[in-house]
């Protein structure tokens, strides 16, 4: 009919979806994939149709009525070179190149290699491209800038976890004491614990009244927590100290 246009229907026999009664070729299907390659392949549910699983493929199939079909999803179209290059935004050399595609919670980049090594951290195949040597095991890709999307591969180097834990430390990346979520005091209420307990009340007692374990409260005056504060540490030979009831060998 004059002014018709070509409507997509949804595939009710398998075989890949229809345009105007002719069906369109599922590209992806060949390429022997096992989860839906959208979001940088960081999908990952089970493939209905075109490469997407069906949440995607449904919001493929609405946006596709009424113009020309896209592409479908063809990860032979380009190498992982030339995929992972265009999603990072190139600057200076000593400048962060920020990473444009899917992150994960903790901020580092996700990229989709291939079905067969499916998603590596973006700032580690930074180092790989640079270097063409794939990350070791039990080593993994550390910052130096401080920044987790970063993939320039001049602030990335292959170390281990405890390396990367030290480094996080000393750069004061993670937060401290009273920042933490989880933290039952704050920086004034260990100070005070310190100098309460060098002046000889019992840790027992300063448990109770925060709220605490008694064995963080020992952990507190020892010195082994809440190390950036400061106050009187290893008192345990303070005046008012309960005499010792171990019996002399």
């Known amino acids: 009919m004059p002014g018709c246009r070509a409507r997509l229907v949804p595939p ?30 960081t999908c990952g549910a089970p ?3 075109r490469g ?26 380009s190498t992982p070179a030339a995929r992972f290059n265009a999603k990072v935004s190139r600057g200076g050399a000593t400048q962060c190149w920020p990473w ?7 901020g580092h980049g996700e990229f ?22 794939r990350c070791p095991d039990g080593l993994e890709a550390c910052h130096r800038c401080d920044n987790p999307a970063c993939c320039n591969p001049r602030h990335i180097y292959y170390g281990t976890r405890q390396q990367n834990v030290d480094d996080m430390w000393a750069r004061e990346r993670t937060p401290r004491g009273s920042a933490r979520p989880q933290a039952k005091l704050d ?8 100098t309460r307990f060098a002046a000889g009340e019992l840790s027992t007692h300063l448990a109770l009244e925060y ?10 005056v020892n010195g082994h927590a809440w190390q950036h504060v400061g106050g009187p540490t290893g008192t345990h030979g303070r005046p008012g100290r309960r005499p010792s009831t171990r019996k002399a060998v």
Not at 187 to 194: F, Q, Y
């Open 187 to 194: 920086e004034a209420a260990v100070l005070s614990i310190r």
């Open 47 to 49: 493939i209905v149709g």
């Open 12 to 41: 009710d026999d398998g075989r890949g979806p229809v345009v105007s009664g002719v069906e369109v070729p599922d590209v992806v299907s060949a390429q022997g994939l096992t989860g839906c390659v959208e979001d940088e392949g």
């Open 52 to 77: 997407r699983c069906r949440k995607h493929y449904g919001r493929w199939w609405r946006k596709s009525q009424g113009r020309v079909v896209e592409p479908a999803l063809n990860l032979k179209s």
């Open 211 to 220: 709220g605490v374990s008694d064995s963080l409260i020992s952990n507190i």
């Open 112 to 133: 989709y290699v291939s079905p067969g090594r499916g998603r590596v951290p973006a700032h580690a195949f930074a180092v790989e491209l640079a270097t063409g040597v």
């Open 100 to 106: 444009g595609g899917s992150l994960h919670p903790k």
